[in-house]
């Protein structure tokens, strides 16, 4: 926000934070076979938003940590 005294705005903190997530989450996927990341266009409503993607999602990670007898969560 412009004249908010850091030298920054709101836009740039929330970008910032937004990389410094994503980089964590890739290196605990890295560390861990049972962490997947998957990154949907969506909001916090994304089940509504965008149900392919988060289906697609758990399909996806449910196929990857499938053992003999299904899922090993």
Known sequence: MPGDGFG???DELMAARAAGLARDLAELAE???D???AEIDATHAM???NP???ADAVLEFAARTAG???PSL
């Open 52 to 54: 392919r993607a988060v």
């Open 35 to 37: 962490v997947m990341v």
């Open 47 to 49: 089940l509504l938003q």
């Open 8 to 10: 920054f705005g709101f």
């Open 31 to 33: 560390q861990r076979d």
């Open 68 to 70: 003999p007898t299904g």
